[in-house]
């Protein structure tokens, strides 16, 4: 499967690559500053605005106990997992004016869901696909369950084997979606360009034969272009409109700014990717005057001996290649050669 399609736009590596703008928590509970952040997703030039669909009772339990607090090293260190779910959710009832907002864009809505019910809530939205987070990717009946909508799948492999994500891929190909693309991702949040592994993105698409793209936890934008150069065909970024108010995900999120940065920066390496090619391009053509050749650099007499003093390699490029010099010198000349005359063989006796 060398492509796959979602709300008309085809993704592969043949394609651009479709960039994402994940909004994740970054509404921070504010319907208006999600509105917003749509509108600049759209403006920044990115393909799709994702969400995320659930509630904190379908993610964890309410409880503080050992497992249910987060540990150290990560940006929420003590908080109960409930608690940051809790305020990290997009409430349901947001969705259709989220989705109407998006369209009215022109950028794509989809949406991680996480649970059943936010699967039949974004089928009543008529999602064009849905996005498996990295941590469901072990969750079999939740992958098999979207993918019995029949729209495509987009699936995060962060921690994920080699065996998992073969797993998920069956479970998906069981529930019926014909359509399926991995996201090469390092879930750490920030995560440092060295942890990218980029290399395993062209791997991943030849193990698997699937499209493949990233989704990216590092700051800046060259993480994401460097991937698009190595065959990348989706770019997922979480997306905020301000570092202000904080939100659980704005340490990691690129700005408007960075976003069309990415975009452009993106774009252009898919472009440069090009194909194996020798010779020159046709806006080169112009430059091989350019080059250098063999040139008669003093007055010669008719008849009069070439020597390394009166013939001389320089650009321009009008006479024969500089390759022939050894062919050329000690011949004579045909003719009186004025200093500037392009060496070609009919000069020479």
Known sequence: MDQITIAGRKIGVDNPPFIIAEMSANHGGDLGRALRIIELAARAGADAIKFQAYRPETMTL???????????????????????????????????????AARKNNIIPFCSPFDVDAIELLEQLDAPAFKIASFEIVDHELI????????????STGMATEIEISEALDAARRGGTKEVA???????YPSDASEANLSTIADMARRFDVPVGLSDHTLGVHVPAAACAMDACIIE???????????????????????????????????????????????????????????????????????????????????????????????????????GTPVSWDVLA
């Open 62 to 100: 309410d409880l503080d106990a050992p497992g249910f607090v987060i540990g150290e090293g990560t940006l929420w260190t003590g908080e109960l997992l409930y608690t940051l779910y809790e305020r990290a959710a997009t409430p349901y009832e947001w969705f259709p004016k989220l989705f109407d």
């Open 237 to 339: 970024k979480h997306f905020i409109d301000a570092r202000m108010p904080e939100t659980a995900d704005s340490e990691f999120s690129a700005l408007p700014d960075e976003l069309t940065q990415m975009v452009v920066a993106c774009r252009a390496a898919w472009a440069a990717r090009g194909t194996v090619f020798y010779g020159p391009m046709p806006r080169e053509s112009h430059s091989k005057m350019f080059r250098r050749s063999l040139y008669i650099v003093k007055d010669l007499a008719a008849g009069e001996i070439l020597t390394r003093d009166n013939v001389k390699s320089i650009r321009p490029g009008f006479g024969i290649a500089p390759k022939h010099l050894p062919e050329v010198l000690g011949r004579r000349a045909a003719r009186a050669l004025p200093r």
């Open 144 to 155: 098999g369950r979207a993918a019995r909508s029949g729209r495509p799948l987009i699936i």
């Open 182 to 188: 991995l996201l090469k991702c390092t879930s750490s």
